[in-house]
């Protein structure tokens, strides 16, 4: 029996999951003795430094989770959970950790790096370590802005380092306490590993048989996502479909590509690095009223072991009956049923143009709301541009670029509208206009999508990603027209995006995902 220590911040579901696939069972930490008396505790996490910190203390948790480490009894930290180990983080400031390792909590600071880190990296292990038993090598989930910096004084308990910019602790273990920084729930059959042998030691697991290479630098490598676009066809079931520039609908009916549960069962098992469900009409709907979506979201992070974003209808709500509802109390909902991340679309448009029009920050809207509580990695936006061709950019007020393909009229410059409401609905705001001012807010990641692409096979639109990469320091996802495993190669070769995303050369099974990683990796791309 494997404890947890559930203190409402995160997606705990995936970390419950996983010990349940590896056959054992959860129970929760209901008081502060709890956790003293737990035979092996996980101790999960995402958000933000302080939050949690709070979170802790308000519970009544500080003093005996310090009292369980130095009686060395098992305990495994997870993202968070390992930075609260330090002393404090520069994510806040003044906010003291459980101080047990010396040391703190940067953030990541070099100017040439997306922050944050999201993404597959290695580890390289520094010593012998039972958690370690059968790893071989393989990358494991990471999703984080601030990371434990290596001293001196913290080398005894250094069991993996990292590199992205820099050289960080991604693990530690001292006797019977480890934390990961990575998310061992989300790195596939790797991490599963990793947590099966932190359950099923029975023994010390300092002691390991493993044999240690000598240190490389790790790398974080390109990611290849699958996304399900999801809606209520009009027979009332919820089937994955997939637009033409977004125009689901064939001789009236809306597409059927199959059931987004199974299908995102099967993206999993083909290698993808993450899975993204869109729910495409939520905009018009209630999510917190449309279980459909939870329903998928829960019984999708019962067997896949990587992370999963939902984006769709993430906006604040009133009910018929006058209940109001935050963008957060959405997410929320989200972030318990399963998800990693939430993806937000139309709202951010309107968040963005408030922002612009004011300059300020509300610290009420959707983004900020979202990123102050789970932290700015779960929070995805997801854009929706369309093309708008000029003859003449000096008298365009956007943000306009030259085109290597001259639209109707022979124009070779164009710039890109955000839409709402699934495209429907073009907005006075310019696609870098949107992104520059979400990252401001605290939106941790772009998924970059393009109607004029969207479904035709014809590649991505280099032009737009670009665009779009060179205006912001955060991740972005390309998205939009793959129509072939040369287009992945494409888009990594030519642009620096971390990751690209398709959907119908999935769901058609034209491509497959492996054979879209073989490709890259024979083109000299790193891949999972
Ligand atoms: O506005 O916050 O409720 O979010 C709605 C979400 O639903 C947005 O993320 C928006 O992109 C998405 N959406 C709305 N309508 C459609 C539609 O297709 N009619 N899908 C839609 C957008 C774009 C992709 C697609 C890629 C790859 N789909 O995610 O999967 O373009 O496709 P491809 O590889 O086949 O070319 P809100």
Known sequence: MITMLDYGAGNVRSVRNA????????????????????????????????????????????????????????????????????????EAPGVQGLGIIPGMVRRFDDAALSVPQIGW???????????????????????????????????????????????????????????????????GAAGLNLLRNFITSDKDISCGTMSLSERKKTSIVKRVIACLDVRTNDTGDLVVTKGDQYDVREEGEVRNLGKPVELAGRYYREGADEITFLNITGFRDFPMKDQPMLEVLQRTSENVFVPLTIGGGIQEFTDSEGNFYSALDVASAYFRSGADKVSIGSDAVYVAEKYLQTQEKSGKSSIEQISMVYGAQAVVISVDPKRVYVKDPQNCPRHAITTDFPGPGGEKYCWYQCT?????????????????????????????????????????????????????????????????????????????????????????????????????RANGIETR
């Open 19 to 90: 010990i349940r696939s590896i056959g054992s069972d959860v129970k929760d930490i209901e008081s502060p003795e709890d956790i003293l008396h737990a035979e092996k505790l996980i101790f999960p996490g995402v958000g933000n430094f302080g939050v949690v910190m709070s979170r802790l203390r308000e519970a009544g948790y500080i003093e005996p989770l310090i009292q369980r480490i130095r009686e060395n009894r098992p305990l495994l930290g997870i993202c968070i959970a390992l930075q609260t180990f330090f002393e404090g983080s520069e």
């Open 121 to 187: 990296n290695g580890v390289s292990v520094h010593r012998e370590s039972g958690l370690f038993h059968g790893y071989d090598g393989e990358k494991l989930y990471f999703v984080h802005s601030f990371y434990s910096e290596i001293t001196k004084e913290n080398q005894p308990w250094i069991l993996t380092t990292t590199d992205y910019g820099c050289e960080f602790i991604s693990a530690v273990q001292r006797g019977n306490i480890a934390a990961f920084q990575f998310h061992p729930e989300k790195s």
């Open 420 to 520: 709402v409401r699934g495209g429907r609905e073009g907005r006075d705001i310019d696609v870098i206009e949107l992104v520059q001012s979400c990252e401001a807010l605290g939106a941790g990641e772009i998924l970059l999508n393009c109607i004029d692409k969207d479904g035709t096979n014809s590649g991505f639109d280099l032009e737009l990603i670009r665009h779009v990469r060179q205006a912001v320091s955060i991740p972005v996802i390309a998205s939009s027209g793959a129509g072939s495993a040369d287009h992945f190669v494409e888009v990594f070769r030519q642009t620096d995006v971390e990751a690209a995303l398709a959907a119908g050369i999935f769901h058609r099974r034209e491509v497959s995902i492996d054979t879209v990683k073989k490709n890259m």
